[in-house]
């Protein structure tokens, strides 16, 4: 936790989840909550000019310059919206009770890869479901749960707060939560497969690669080592691999989801994964909020591992 007020200001999502932010998130209505939130977020961005410049450069790294002035900066202002508007999924996922939640996702959530789920889960080992943190992915598991679905997640808490909130919302769902900063989180990971659960893991959290010695793969224009966490689940648990999102549409949100393999071979996993986010990236940047962080441990990723741009 941050020692003082300053270092909460630099911390876009200790700023958010401030205690009295937290309060309103149960209280208001979910519109005015927006706005509210949103407001805080243009406040946030503008006390912190740095978050401001890490965003834009990071978008400058993968974007190019094939956008234009105009265009470039009408992609960074829905990007800092995107970025705030995935607090306020995060806030009212986390601190608003289950039934009125549960009733917001069933509204405005539509499931367009439910047929691609079921066929992995016939297969009867489990499921291994990758994400990434675009659109309302704090929306997958609540809703997989209140579909009659099994998930386990991966997660990190930022906050105390966020922690005892969602550990106390799981327990009233069959919704299992992996603390990823606890000891053992593969083996915890391998046994939910193992119980036919779904294992929902992010395959965009850059400083917790485990870069491969043997395999590499492109990713935003420059030649990188895979990811090996990924490829060791899939290889000890032979379970089925959909990668799915969460997308923010004009009409509500929608679950799509693709496979990606199917338990039997034995082909690296983590390049396909990665193909299917830079996709989702390429036409969507506003919906990935990996931005203010995403130039310094990409490049520090690459210039560790001798990695070199196509």
């Known amino acids: 936790m941050p020692s003082d007020a300053n270092a909460v200001s630099k911390d876009i999502s200790r700023f958010l989840q401030k205690a009295p932010n937290v309060f309103l998130a149960k209280l208001l209505p979910l519109a005015v909550y927006r706005r509210y939130l949103s407001l805080l977020g243009w406040i ?55 039934p009125a939640m549960i ?72 919704l299992e939560l992996i603390d990823a900063d606890h000891p053992n989180v593969v083996f915890k990971a391998l046994r939910a497969i193992q119980r036919r659960r779904i294992l929902i893991t992010m395959c965009d959290e850059i400083h917790h690669w485990r870069p491969s010695r043997k395999h590499s793969a492109s990713l935003f224009g420059k030649c990188i080592p895979q990811d090996r966490t990924l490829d060791t689940l899939y290889r000890r648990s032979k379970a089925p691999v959909v990668f799915g999102v969460v997308a923010r549409e004009e009409s509500g949100y929608d679950v ?6 199917d338990g039997k071979t034995g082909d690296p996993i983590c390049c396909a994964v990665w193909q299917r986010l830079e996709t989702l990236v390429y036409q969507n940047p506003e919906q990935w909020y990996q931005w203010p962080n995403f130039h310094k441990d990409f490049s520090t990723y690459c210039s560790n591992k001798a990695c070199h741009a196509y």
Not at 129 to 140: D, M, P, R
Not at 256 to 261: F, L, N, Q, Y
């Open 44 to 98: 946030y961005f503008g006390i912190n000019p740095q978050e401001r410049i890490n965003i834009s450069r990071s978008l400058k790294d993968v974007l190019g310059q094939g956008t234009g002035w105009i265009g470039f900066h009408s992609i960074l202002l829905r990007t800092y919206c995107g970025i705030v508007e995935h607090y306020y999924e995060k806030m009212i996922n986390a601190h608003r009770e289950l």
């Open 103 to 174: 009733h917001f996702l069933t509204r405005n959530l539509s499931f367009s890869g439910k047929n691609v789920l079921d066929r992995a889960e016939a297969e009867g080992k489990g499921c291994i479901l990758v994400t990434g943190h675009f659109g309302a992915v704090e929306y997958i598991p609540l809703f997989l749960s209140a579909n009659h679905y099994r998930p386990s997640m991966i997660v990190r808490f930022k906050t105390e707060a966020l922690r005892k909130a969602l550990v106390a919302k799981s327990q009233l769902v069959d």
């Open 256 to 261: 799509k989801m693709v496979p990606i393999a």
